[in-house]
């Protein structure tokens, strides 16, 4: 039966979302050839990416919402709301 994801499937403790960002550091390269010594860091972005994990447990999902240890609890988004299926 589809509950929805409001806390930890394993343990009932909270969850968090963690979205990976991710900048890089520009560096110039100067008449030499070389890369200069300073550099400038871009605009922070979220890669698209992220994942649900538990802060008391271990439990967690890796960035397609899979629960690699837990195969059988499944994890979807359905009108921006987190469900889980755990047929278990
Ligand atoms: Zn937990």
Do not use: W
């Not at 447990?57 to 629960?67: A, K, M, P, R």
């Not at 979807?76 to 709301?81: A, K, R, S």
């Amino acid at each position: 039966m589809a509950e929805i994801l409001n806390k930890c499937p394993i343990c009932g403790g909270r969850l968090e979302y963690s979205v990976l960002m991710q900048f890089t550091k520009d560096y110039q390269i100067k008449l030499n050839g070389k890369l200069a010594k300073n550099s400038r860091n871009s605009d922070v972005s979220p890669m698209e990416c992220g994942f649900i994990s538990c802060i008391t447990c271990d439990f967690h999902t890796n960035c397609d919402l899979e629960c690699e240890e837990n195969h059988n609890i499944k994890i979807y988004q359905e009108d921006g709301v987190y469900m889980y299926e755990d047929e278990r």
